[in-house]
């Protein structure tokens, strides 16, 4: 059975951000899939320190639930990133979970050793909701840092869900965008970006 860790990163529950995540997990969870959804906001974790440990051991030395974490995307087929759009970019909780993955990059990269399984295939979905009317670039400065994430965890970046302008109408009444999140979690395993 594929596994997919749903990952929510917004200090808010049952608004914008995780109500588009639980649609797109309704849609996944028709199929023989199993989900496990953690709210990193529920997480006692603290921020990366940048003491170098994991360049010399591919491993962080910070003991707390990251460790959860690290387990569940070595275990998944697929990663889901949920965060609402601040100041542009992704969220502080989404940001300081991906600031204490630096092992995977530093395994990765500096030491040639990788502290994730690089064999297994897995697919990549971002998910952010802004709360400013849409602008031609107002996603632009979270998606590179999403895709470096994907990278270091090796994972495929798939697929983009970005809904703007939900201050003024919020998710839960944009039912175009809560249906192209069910179709997108129907079809997961099914798109090669």
């Known amino acids: 059975m594929k596994k997919i860790l749903a990952i929510m990163g917004s200090p808010r529950k049952n608004k914008n951000t995780d109500i588009l995540l639980q649609k797109v997990i309704e849609g996944i969870k ?43 995307f070595d275990k998944s087929d697929g990663i889901i990133v949920a965060s609402p759009l601040y100041f542009n970019t992704v ?18 990269y500096i030491l040639n050793n990788p502290s994730i399984d690089v064999a297994k295939e897995r697919i990549g979905m971002f998910i952010c909701t802004g709360g400013a009317p849409y602008s031609q670039n107002q996603f632009d400065a979270c998606l590179p840092v999403i895709d470096l994430f994907f990278k270091a965890i090796n994972t495929k970046y798939c697929y983009n869900l970005l809904v703007a302008n939900t201050d003024k109408v919020p998710v839960w009444e944009r039912i175009d965008k809560l249906n192209e999140g069910y179709i997108m979690g129907e079809n997961y395993f099914l798109k090669r970006r």
Do not use: H
């Open 30 to 72: 028709i199929k023989d899939v199993e989900v496990n959804k953690i709210d990193l906001k529920d997480l006692k974790f603290s921020p990366c320190t940048a003491c170098g440990y994991c360049e010399k051991t591919g491993k962080c030395i910070i003991q707390d639930d990251m460790q959860l974490l690290y387990e569940e």
């Open 91 to 108: 969220s502080s909780l989404v940001k300081m979970m991906i600031d204490r993955c630096q092992m995977f990059w530093a395994s990765k």
